[in-house]
T-cell receptor, first 113, second 113 residues
Framework: DQQVKQNSPSLSVQEGRISILNCDYT??????FLWYKKYPAEGPTFLIS?????DKNEDGRFTVFLNKSAKHLSLHIVPSQPGDSAVYFC????????????FGKGTLLTVNP | GAGVSQTPSNKVTEKGKYVELRCDPI?????LYWYRQSLGQGPEFLIY????????DSGLPNDRFFAVRPEGSVSTLKIQRTERGDSAVYLC???????????FGPGTRLTVL
């Protein structure tokens, strides 16, 4: 049973527009959420995170929103750039589980020039 | 080195053989995690080390899998009697302390023929 779900396998946007990637989770014990970016033949790279005590965290072009009641988070990238094209993984963890990461299946983002 | 390194980058073996996969974490990082990523899936947790001890091995699929970290730095993931279903990318991640950002290595792609 998948505890972290990314229901969109792929997303295509135009350069300069907003990219919105979505993620849902089922385990209410998760208290820390992260987004990782992955290029082919490389390991995942940390992008941005949010604690369950917050509902928004912003870092430059990247903003993560958390809706705890809906068990839903989203990553907004604005403006999108061609270099943002990669697979984006949503992940969740908790102190009680040694902060091991539970990942979604990923969303392939393609930003077209 | 500056980041997490993993060797070999690729490993092809025959069904039934034994393999060892090595992870060199970032110097000084006490927490080390192993994950496995199968095709079309997100990374899945295998085992977590805090220092030299395996603090959580709940993700190891069966007793053919074993991992060590004898001096609290380099870790080796060992797989006995490999099966075709073990084919995946094996990822290692380290963090300075438990709960901090996990930095991933590039992974070892294991192919069992």
């Amino acid at each position: 049973d998948q505890q972290v779900k990314q229901n969109s396998p792929s997303l295509s946007v135009q350069e300069g527009r907003i990219s919105i990637l979505n993620c849902d989770y089922t385990n209410s014990m998760f208290d820390y959420f992260l987004w990782y970016k992955k290029y082919p033949a490389e390991g995942p790279t940390f992008l941005i995170s949010i604690s369950s005590i917050k509902d928004k965290n912003e870092d430059g072009r990247f903003t993560v929103f958390l809706n705890k009641s809906a068990k839903h988070l989203s990553l907004h990238i604005v403006p999108s750039q061609p270099g943002d094209s990669a697979v984006y993984f949503c992940a969740a963890s908790s102190e009680g589980s040694n902060y091991k990461l539970t990942f979604g299946k990923g969303t392939l983002l393609t930003v077209n020039p | 080195g500056a980041g997490v390194s993993q060797t070999p980058s690729n490993k092809v073996t025959e069904k039934g053989k034994y393999v060892e996969l090595r992870c060199d974490p970032i110097s000084g990082h006490t927490a080390l995690y192993w994950y496995r990523q199968s095709l079309g899936q997100g990374p899945e947790f295998l085992i977590y080390f805090q220092g030299t001890g395996a603090a959580d091995d709940s993700g190891l699929p069966n007793d053919r899998f074993f991992a060590v970290r004898p001096e609290g730095s380099v870790s080796t993931l060992k797989i006995q009697r490999t099966e075709r279903g073990d084919s995946a990318v094996y990822l290692c991640a380290s963090s300075s302390v438990q709960g901090d950002e996990q930095f991933f290595g590039p992974g070892t792609r294991l192919t069992v023929l």
